[in-house]
């Protein structure tokens, strides 16, 4: 167990990283150490850069030889970025295209005598970015599932609304609690499974030629199950429905040596309609990179 992070912990977390992400190459030498805030919740990551890609690599609160969690961002998916330096700390801003904002904290000490790479990495970042992020300095939230998080939004509205109501109608701070709390879990299950509701509505040609080809997937090879994908009339016109698609495609593809293909269908999925999306997208990225006889994966038979 290791509570103080040194370089070479860095060191061996980043080479973990870039066996586990054969798509990501990182060197360890770029690293800044900073930390996220979540309302009372802190995390700590290490910040890295390649030619097209940063990485936030989240660390164990109680041991920071281990690693939590890892977000890729993709160098030109940033719609606005801002590297200042506050009362304290030095701030990172980052807007992405597909609405996703993060705000990150640096030290100016960076990692203190253990980590001396880090100050001295954290004056070039800001002197760097200013220069090569001077054009994107838009930190608005222009992403398409815009209404998604006006309705989310207005479920908290709601929810404090609920809460007040149950404060003038009850003495109980118990049943408060409980009746808010129940609201908003019903108000985010509406939402979900109205969303997909929505999406069914809007692919159910798609859906139809879906369940028919799952039915045959007993006496389907994967090949032949590529083919039938390929195959279908009515392409998904929802987010939801060509995430699942071209994630299929992608995957058959490689598996069947078809890389060209794999990296059209690539070309086709929506990354921007969701933080989720974009996560998918990545992985898939890494999974065309990753040789298929290393792929730990249940053919269609």
């Not at 109608?169 to 609690?177: A, F, G, Q, R, V």
């Not at 279908?232 to 078809?258: D, I, N, R, S, W």
Request: glycine residues 6%; aromatic residues 12%; neutral net charge.
């Amino acid at each position: 167990m290791a509570f103080k992070l040194t370089e070479e912990t860095i060191q061996d977390l980043v080479t973990q990283v870039n066996e586990a992400y054969p798509a990501y190459q990182f060197d360890w030498q770029t690293y800044m150490i900073g930390n996220v805030q979540e309302g009372s919740l802190v995390e700590s990551l290490i910040f890295l850069e390649n030619k097209e890609w940063f990485a936030l690599i989240f660390l164990a609160p109680l041991d920071v030889s281990k690693i939590t969690n890892i977000k890729f961002i993709e160098k030109s998916e940033i719609q606005g970025l801002k590297f200042k330096k506050g009362l304290v700390n030095y701030v990172l801003k980052l807007r992405l295209q597909n609405g996703e904002s993060l705000k990150i904290l640096f030290h100016p000490l960076g990692g203190g005598k253990h980590c001396p790479i880090g100050k001295a990495n954290i004056a070039q970042y800001q002197q760097r970015f200013s220069t090569e992020y001077n054009d994107k300095a838009d930190m608005k939230d222009r992403n398409n599932g815009l209404s998604l998080k006006l309705l989310t939004g207005l479920g908290l509205v709601l929810m404090f609304v609920v809460a007040i109501l149950f404060i003038f109608t009850t003495d109980s701070k118990l049943i408060t609690i409980i009746g808010t709390l129940a609201f908003g879990f019903l108000y985010a299950m509406a939402l979900k499974y109205g969303e997909q509701f929505i999406a069914k509505q809007k692919d159910k040609d798609f859906v139809a030629e879906l369940q028919a080809i799952g039915q045959s997937m007993d006496t389907l090879d994967s090949e032949s199950y590529y083919r039938q994908l390929k195959a279908v009339t009515h392409l998904p016109v929802t987010g939801q429905y060509q995430a699942f698609y071209y994630a299929e495609l992608v995957k058959h593809a490689h598996l069947l040596g078809l890389d060209k293909e794999a990296e059209q269908y690539l070309a086709l999925f929506p990354r921007r309609y969701s933080e989720g999306a974009e996560k998918m997208y990545q992985e898939l990225i890494n999974f065309m990179a990753t040789p298929k006889e290393e792929l730990n994966i249940r053919f269609h038979k």
